[in-house]
């Protein structure tokens, strides 16, 4: 399945949730670097009176993007509209595997427009992202062709194209993701503990050898140690490692029992199942992020 097998809608809100989330990131980054550029100036006081200049510009930047962030929260709406994407993603896999509630129908159009009702609501309940998904419009179908193909197959190969294409398509995301967390939480604590490292060595090494001329950087390495411990809790690494691990385990034991499925019914409840699973796992990585929110 490609992005455009998928509603206009999920398209639309999984772009501007990548946007929103892009945006959000680029400004803690932002504020981090303007804090190490402040910690940096301090170290020529004395130097020149502009420096004092300087340095109350940067923090006065800073202050402004803090009450920015603190005001306007960009990141509810990196969560809002990932939450939307994820609701329309897992409807239309209900749709098109006629899982309930969009189990067969003597007619396609009362499927689909119940499908379109169940989108309306979908969007209804996420209205605080209108805006930003209007501000990246699509084209294209709400029920595509593709998925209409898909829900026309036989039982049997709709189960082959659900275990294939969603159930070990995200599975193996998931199993990706943990071993990405668990890189990007070594390569930071090794990040803090040299930094850190570099800091103490300094502070002992002027204990012996402080010239007047000589400049110590150890204000802004402590600023950039403290950058690195808090994008550490920002990006939760470790949690997030250990969250998707489990869920892939749970997905991979909702997989042994595919192979039981002889029946409508029996689908409609193993769709249900694995969905309400990928929903529950998104639930809870929106609830850590909002945690987390500064």
């Avoid at 062709?145 to 026309?152: F, H, I, K, Q, S």
Wanted: hydrophobic residues 45%; charged residues 20%; proline residues 4%.
């Amino acid at each position: 399945m490609t992005p455009d097998s998928f509603p206009a809608l999920y398209r639309s809100a999984d772009g501007s949730a990548a946007d929103a989330q892009s945006t959000y990131l680029r400004l803690i980054r932002l504020q981090y670097l303007l804090l190490t550029v402040a910690a940096t100036i301090s170290i020529w006081f004395g130097a020149s009176p502009d420096l004092y200049i300087a340095y109350a510009l940067v923090l006065a930047a800073s202050t402004g993007l803090l009450l920015y962030m603190a005001v306007q929260k960009p990141e509810k709406e990196w969560y809002g509209c990932r939450a939307l994407a994820e609701s329309i993603k897992t409807s239309t896999w209900r749709y098109m595997m006629r899982a309930e509630p969009f189990e067969d129908a003597p007619k396609l159009s009362t499927v689909a427009e119940k499908f379109s009702e169940f989108l309306r609501a979908i969007l209804d309940a996420n209205s605080h992202v209108r805006d930003s998904i209007s501000r990246r419009p699509v084209t294209g179908d709400q029920i595509t062709n593709e998925m209409n193909a898909v829900r026309a197959l036989p039982l049997a190969e709709r189960v082959q194209r659900y275990n294939t294409d969603r159930i070990t398509d995200q599975r193996e995301w998931y199993v990706a993701k943990v071993t990405w967390n668990r890189q990007r939480f070594r390569l930071w604590i090794l990040i803090c503990v040299l930094v850190q490292g570099a800091a103490i060595a300094l502070a002992l090494l002027r204990i012996r050898h402080d010239p007047p001329w000589m400049i110590w950087p150890t204000e802004p390495l402590l600023v950039i140690a403290s950058s690195a411990i808090g994008w550490i809790q920002l990006k939760k690494f470790n949690e997030l490692a250990s969250a998707y691990s489990l869920t892939a385990h749970e997905i991979g034991i909702l997989q042994t029992r595919l192979g039981t499925i002889d029946s409508e019914e029996k689908f409609s409840a193993f769709v249900n199942e694995a969905e309400r699973a990928f929903s529950r796992e998104h639930t809870q990585w929106v609830a850590r992020q909002i945690e987390n929110a500064p």
